[in-house]
Antibody, heavy 120, light 112 residues
Framework: QVQLVESGGGVVQPGRSLRLSCAAS????????MHWVRQAPGKGPEWVAF????????HYTEAVRGRFTISRDSSKTTLFLQMDSLRDDDTAVYFC?????????????WGQGTLVTVSS | QSVLTQPPSVSGAPGQRVTISCAGS?????????VHWYQQLPGRAPKLLIY???KRPSGVPDRFSGSQSGTSASLAISGLQTEDEADYYC????????????FGEGTKLTVL
């Protein structure tokens, strides 16, 4: 059974950094692409970033390009999102999500999410 | 404004059939990219409901069905049940801005 457990959220001031983690289990982590998707309060989901199964290809939504970095550690079966230069509009619940293959561009399984609040 | 357009709300009585539309463009649905649908219950993560236009993951009842034509897609729910009350989102890949994943703004289904 696929399990995705996010952690690392919290309250942070604008301009500061935060690192999210997503511990994956129940599947062969090395075979699947992974995504981060966020959802601001009262809004729909917004795709944030993608990393291919081998870590060689990464894609970002325009709003976070140059500020966020997605990475993965196959030995720890963990996905990361390094968020720098945070802004008020980055406030959201951040979900990690599993791609059904290396890059199918949809979300087969989701974690429960971790809340990031950017506020002074 | 979202790249994919959904009605803000739909409603139906138990047992009825409702449809939720998702209007896109030639850079996403019309370009041949698959449409996927998610159900989100209050306070929960979204759940994959329909993938690749018409396919259901295991465990999703056949009351839920998807279709696609041209630059639009639709989700149909038949035999409405009270537990179907939720937010529904369509999602697709889009060629814009160097390639990105896009969602609709969501449709709130109310079961009367």
């Amino acid at each position: 059974q696929v399990q995705l457990v996010e952690s690392g959220g919290g309250v942070v001031q604008p301009g500061r950094s935060l690192r999210l983690s997503c511990a994956a289990s129940g599947f062969n982590f090395n075979n699947y692409g992974m995504h981060w998707v966020r959802q601001a309060p009262g809004k729909g989901p917004e795709w944030v970033a993608f990393i291919q199964n081998d870590g060689n290809k990464k894609h970002y939504t325009e709003a976070v390009r140059g500020r966020f970095t997605i990475s993965r550690d196959s030995s720890k079966t963990t996905l990361f999102l390094q968020m720098d230069s945070l802004r008020d509009d980055d406030t959201a619940v951040y979900f990690c999500a599993k791609d059904p293959r290396s890059h199918s561009w949809f979300f087969e399984d989701w974690g429960q999410g971790t809340l990031v609040t950017v506020s002074s | 404004q979202s790249v994919l357009t959904q009605p803000p709300s739909v409603s139906g009585a138990p047992g009825q059939r409702v449809t939720i539309s998702c209007a896109g463009s030639t850079s996403n649905i019309g370009a041949g990219y698959d449409v996927h649908w998610y159900q989100q219950l209050p306070g929960r993560a979204p759940k994959l409901l329909i993938y690749s236009d018409t396919k259901r993951p295991s465990g999703v009842p056949d009351r839920f069905s998807g279709s696609q034509s041209g630059t639009s897609a639709s989700l149909a729910i038949s035999g409405l049940q009270t537990e179907d009350e939720a937010d529904y989102y369509c999602q697709c890949y889009d060629d814009g801005l160097g390639g990105r994943v896009v969602f609709g703004e969501g449709t709130k289904l109310t079961v009367l």
